[in-house]
């Protein structure tokens, strides 16, 4: 294992979104699922997994978490 870090992050819910990094670098704020699915499909990534740990890290909460 390298120890990488999985190409997305989504961090914690804050001011009502969560901001997403691919690769390393800040693609912008998602408020919900379909967000951060359109971050992942323009930067090339539409085919991961979001329930696998190597391909998205999630802080803060799994995919189920969103503002209200």
Not at 11 to 39: K, M, Q, S, Y
């Amino acid at each position: 294992m390298s120890g990488e870090r999985p190409p997305v992050v989504v961090h914690p819910l804050e001011h009502g979104a969560r901001r997403v990094t691919i690769e390393g670098r800040d693609v912008g704020r998602a408020h919900r699922l379909a967000d951060l699915i359109e971050f992942m499909r323009s930067a090339g990534l539409g085919n991961l997994d979001l329930e696998d740990p190597a391909s998205v890290e999630w802080w803060g909460g799994g995919p189920e978490l969103w503002p209200a």
